[in-house]
Every structure is written in C-alpha cells, then in structure tokens.
C-alpha cells in the first residue's frame, strides 16, 4: 500500500472520529457522555450541555475539512488542505493532552501526526 493511500485512509478514520465525537457531544451529552467520560460527576452533564455542543461543532469543522481534503482532485490542493486540518486536529490533541486527559493524545493528537508524517514522506 502506498504512503498516499495509507495517509488518505486515517485521514477517512481521523474524519470519522470527528464525526463521532460531534455526535456525543451535540446529540449525546447528557445520556451516552456520562459513559464516555466517568471520571465526570453526572450532574455537570445538563449543565454543560450547550458548551458541549459547541465543542461538537467545531469537531464537526475538523472533520468536512479532512472529508474535503479527501475529495479534491489536485493532489497539491489535497496535500494542503489535509495539512492543514490534521494540523488543526493535532494541535487541538496536544492542547487537550496537556489541558485535560492524556489519552486525548491517542485518539486524537497522535494518528494527526502520523497522518501528516505520512503525507510528508509520500511527498
């Protein structure tokens, strides 16, 4: 497998975590985050329910940036584009490494950078 097609393919899976975490966070706050994010005390779900949504929308941006970047023909474009959103999704993974949880470093900061690796080296 090529470093393109393998760089296209978690760009495709680092899209689709952001799709899910838009869900849990717009749609699912309250009933499946308590789940997700035990170390929470349930009651600050519904009170934090609209700053979550707004999270989850910005994750919604991160990923039709990466589906886009997928979607365009121009292989120059392409690069820029996913280099530019998988360093948007990696530096918010390090934020949130150091500000909240070290595991957000594994699901989200960590296949970015592999990802731009990746495009890097293909390059």
Do not use: D
Not at 70 to 75: D, G, N
Not at 78 to 88: I, T
Not at 97 to 116: D, E, K, N
């Amino acid at each position: 497998m090529s470093l393109v097609l393998l760089a296209r393919v978690l760009i495709g899976l680092i899209a689709a975590i952001h799709l899910y975490i838009l869900w849990l966070e717009m749609f699912a706050w309250t009933t499946r985050g308590p789940k997700v994010f035990r170390n929470f005390p349930p009651t600050l779900f519904p009170a934090t329910k609209t700053l979550a949504a707004n999270q989850g929308l910005y994750n919604g941006f991160l990923a039709a940036g990466l589906l886009w970047a997928l979607l365009i023909t121009a292989p120059v474009w392409q690069r820029y584009v996913a280099y530019f959103f998988l360093g948007c999704v990696a530096v918010a993974g390090l934020y949130g490494t150091i500000t909240a949880s070290r595991r957000i470093f594994w699901v989200q900061a960590a296949p970015a950078l592999l990802a731009l690796l990746l495009l890097a080296l293909a390059s």
